[in-house]
């Protein structure tokens, strides 16, 4: 209740603080404006007698602390107050380190310092500690769907752990494409021969591994529930069936060949001796030694023709758009098993592009190099089959046409994931606005690979794609992670990659995995709030039915019930918040951020009156990247405009127009977004939120015209954790902005 709850602020004068600020008039204002019940300065608040005296309040009563310091993002483990809600006001990064320390800046710096006092006093009286929510126990069960290299790897990570794992696996046998290889690409110094590939010691090690459960022959039929309580029905290929729960899942469902026999060029099914890369490797494996032998007569291979990049990277019609990065090193692998195998065997590699990624890639190159592998740049234009193969290419080096007979031609062909359809596309048909886009939608389905989850969401029964069908996982922002909270993805379905990249891969799934069943068993959002215990609450007398943060939540957490009223499951949301900022009837919030704890932070800013000429530019900026961009920027001595007033937000696609609306009814002169990249290449935390807030700022300008007021006053900007010189610019653009047009006319 609120007459239960005790404020207490304290403000560090350490940091350069004290001497650049008044800090009596900041207590002064903590207690008369913000209303806190006791307001203490301390020279070095975060050193173990300041952090004493903080916790001795809360001891003695304090429920909600204001603390004005630094940056939010400094000094998380001192100030790590976990039984009470706290606001941080951010005095150092955010005011006396972008400010310069000259008579003339000392009453504007000394005002931001007074609005971020009242700022943060304002957020923490709408704040309230959360409690989690105890959907579920915790439930320590792993589930691996997928026995190949990525999946063996997950499960005895997981198992190593101390986790319980059970790997799904449709063939009869584990290993995946790995068990039909004859050996790998090196993994270790020195790179210059292949190696063993592993396959079978891992299949002993999980036989061997009491924690590890097997099901061979087997799928999902059904996948219900969330983090800390999935619950899996696997179906057997004879019909039986078993229901298991588990805390967190990992996909590790592979990749499929490229099917190279559309391209004509190639001659692919016109002769068996023109044989795809994995085919070659059974080929070798088969060989148990002795010379690799021609399929069609048994020949022993004196002349192979490696043909590099076989229907990729190319914008052709039925060709792969993406190169797979990884063709290259295997054919110089394979090209090595001629030279160990048939003596004095003719290997020619042609490539357009030779790419040899990873550590020990050039060191693998010049092995081949050295074992006499012919390396040769051409554009192949013709295999012609008949007793012997000759492969016509262009010479790309000479500018010649080239002919070379040969025994045998290895294709190199791509990676192509192995994903379910895409729950976007099934979300297609259900939100056709006509028949004529029902049916299209149906088309592209009808084409799409049969469900691997099989997952009961209304978003859709598997993993989002990204826009070349791999799991929609960043790799470099959020390997691993999908837009279904509490499932991973890893390996080739992920992106293209070798086995050790597999199994680097599949121990970093792992270990999210753990994190996501751990996380869960506490009520606990998974990254990137890892730990928060807020969860969405919404006011169902307020609701209006409308269905806009169900559809718009990028992680499924929101169903419907029979009446379409929302239903928020806690342990699938991610606490970004995109349901708060897509709600037009504000009734949705969290216990630690909502609309009122922002939108009261905006109406405590002190924004003078016009004839002041001060005016007041609003910042809300996502606290994964633009805040820690400006927090940079301030270490780096940027300047910031003294009018500005920086909020940090969970995501952009949580900001709610209704702030847009009361800033500017309450007479800021300007707003600045400032967010994560959208798009394919996106680094929204967050997944779609930036996308979000993008699409509904660009509806802004109605709002703008109907106040009489200028487009300008409102950007929208996609900022990276790196733009440490043009996050502080585009806040300064905005003040030169404001400078040009004018304050805004509603000034009081």
């Known amino acids: 209740m609120a007459d239960e709850k005790k404020f207490a602020g304290y403000i560090c004068s350490g940091c350069g603080i004290g001497e ?54 400094a000094k998380v483990e001192a100030f790590n107050f976990t039984s009470v809600a706290m606001s941080r006001a951010n005095l150092r990064e955010g005011v006396i380190w972008v400010r310069p320390d000259t008579d003339e800046n000392r009453e504007t710096t000394q ?84 190696e063993d590939t592993g396959v079978e010691q891992m299949v002993a090690d999980i036989q061997a591994n009491g924690r590890i459960t097997v099901h061979l022959n087997s799928t999902l039929a ?25 805390g967190a899942i990992i996909q590790a469902t592979g990749f499929t ?14 002769s068996p001796d023109i044989v795809t890369n994995e085919e070659l490797e059974k080929l070798a494996k088969a060989a148990a030694g002795n010379p690799i032998a021609r399929p069609s007569d048994g020949k022993v291979v004196r002349s192979v023709a490696f043909l590099q ?37 003719d290997t020619t590699l042609l ?52 002919s070379i007979p ?56 598997d993993l989002p794609h990204l826009k070349n069908g791999f799991t929609d996982s960043h790799f470099i922002c959020f390997p691993y992670e999908t837009r279904r909270t509490g499932i991973y993805a890893a390996g080739p379905q992920r992106r293209p990659m070798d086995m050790r990249q597999a199994t680097d891969d599949a121990a970093g799934a792992a270990m999210k995995a753990i994190q996501a069943a751990e996380n869960a068993g506490r009520g606990m959002a998974a990254h990137p709030r890892a730990g928060d215990l807020s969860f969405p609450r919404f006011r169902k007398e307020g ?58 932070q905006i109406k405590n800013v002190n924004v003078p009156e016009e004839f002041d000429e001060k005016p007041r530019i609003l910042v809300l900026a996502c606290e994964n990247d633009a805040y820690p961009a400006l927090d940079q920027a301030a270490m780096n001595g940027m300047e910031i405009n003294p009018w500005a007033r920086v909020i940090p937000v969970r995501c952009l696609g949580s900001v709610s127009l209704s702030w847009i609306t009361d800033s500017l009814n309450n007479g800021y002169d300007g707003i600045v977004l400032l967010g994560c990249s959208k798009g394919d290449d996106y680094q929204c935390h967050f997944v779609r939120g930036s996308a979000m807030a993008h699409e509904r700022m660009s509806k802004v300008g109605d709002t703008l015209q109907s106040l009489n007021l200028e487009p300008e006053r409102v950007k929208v900007y996609e900022v990276a954790i790196t733009d440490i010189e043009r996050a502080p610019k585009l806040i300064n653009d905005m003040a030169e902005t404001v400078s040009k047009i004018g304050l805004s006319p509603f000034k009081f």
């Open 257 to 270: 060949l490229f099917d190279p026999s559309e391209l004509d060029q190639y001659g692919y099914g016109n």
């Open 309 to 345: 990049n076989v229907g990729q990277n190319s914008k052709e019609k039925g060709h792969l758009p993406y190169h797979s990065g990884i063709g290259d090193l295997v054919a110089i692998k394979q090209a090595m098993y001629f030279k160990e195998l048939n003596g004095d065997c």
């Open 351 to 402: 490539f357009d592009n030779l790419r040899t990624p990873g550590a020990g890639g050039e060191d693998f190159y010049r092995a081949g190099q050295e074992k006499m592998i012919t390396f040769s740049k051409g554009r192949v234009t013709e295999v012609v089959t008949g007793k012997d193969l000759v492969v016509k290419f262009r010479d790309l080096i000479l500018n010649d046409e080239v």
């Open 222 to 246: 059904k996948t219900t529930g969330a983090p800390g309580r999935f619950v899996a029905e696997i179906v057997t290929e004879s019909g039986g069936s078993t229901t298991e729960t588990f």
């Open 543 to 600: 609701c209006t039915q409308c269905k806009r943060c169900t559809v718009e939540c990028p992680f499924g957490a929101i169903n419907e019930d029979e009446q379409r009223y929302p239903v928020f499951n806690e342990s699938r949301c991610r606490r970004c918040g995109t349901c708060m900022g897509a709600c037009p009837v504000r009734v949705i919030s969290f216990e630690n951020y909502s609309i009122d704890s922002v939108g009261q």
């Open 111 to 194: 005002e931001m310092a007074e609005d971020y006092i009242r700022m943060a006093c304002a957020e923490v009286k709408f704040m309230n500690q959360p409690t989690a929510s105890g959907e579920q126990p915790l439930n320590k069960n792993i589930l691996v769907v997928g026995g190949g290299i990525t999946g063996m790897a997950a499960a005895l990570e997981s198992a190593a752990a101390g986790y319980p794992v059970h790997i799904v696996e449709k063939s009869h046998s584990l290993g995946g494409h790995a068990a039909g290889y004859y050996k790998s690409i090196p993994r270790r110094s020195p790179y210059s021969d292949p």
């Open 406 to 461: 040969c025994d045998m031609v290895v294709l190199d062909v791509g990676m192509v994931p192995n994903t379910g359809p895409d729950p976007y596309a099934q979300l297609a048909v259900e939100e056709a606005e006509d028949e004529e886009e029902r049916e299209k939608a149906r088309a592209i389905l009808a084409n799409a690979p049969p469900s691997i989850l099989n997952l009961d969401y209304r978003q859709g029964t």
């Open 20 to 73: 650049r600020l008044d800090v009596a008039q900041l207590e002064n204002i903590a207690t008369r404006e913000g209303k806190m019940a006791s307001c203490q300065t301390h020279e070095m608040l975060c050193s173990g007698e300041g952090v004493q005296a903080i916790r001795d309040d809360i001891a003695s009563g304090a429920t909600h602390i204001m603390i004005a310091a630094c940056s939010r993002r």
